[in-house]
């Protein structure tokens, strides 16, 4: 367990998941993650994932644009992502539970 500067306990939750069923791909989250953790991924129609390129992408391999967790052990627990999210669709976890579940 963490204290704040105030000497008040704080305990960090990490992005666990995103649900690509509520996410609309709008790239927030993305862009005040500093830490690299989720990317941008097209989603077919029949549900699969494919890379997408900003730069060199024209949308006809998918259907949509989902986020997706690219390096989840990148994530330092700030909920930064979560703040933005128009969707509420990430699922965090308390670092104590994810340290009793690798146990």
Not at 18 to 34: M, S
Not at 53 to 61: A, F, S, V, Y
Not at 72 to 98: H, M, W, Y
């Amino acid at each position: 367990m963490f204290t704040r500067r105030d000497g008040k306990p704080w305990e960090p939750t990490y992005l666990t998941a995103i649900n690509a069923e509520t996410c609309i791909g709008c790239g927030r989250c993305h862009k005040v993650c500093g830490r690299d953790v989720m990317n941008l991924q097209g989603m077919t129609e029949d549900g699969e994932l494919v890379p997408f390129d900003p730069e060199d992408d024209d949308g006809d391999d998918y259907d949509r644009l989902v986020m997706v967790m690219e390096n989840p052990g990148n994530c330092i627990g700030c909920s930064a992502c979560n703040r933005v999210c128009p969707k509420d669709c990430q699922s965090f976890t308390a670092a104590s539970e994810l340290e009793s579940a690798a146990a």
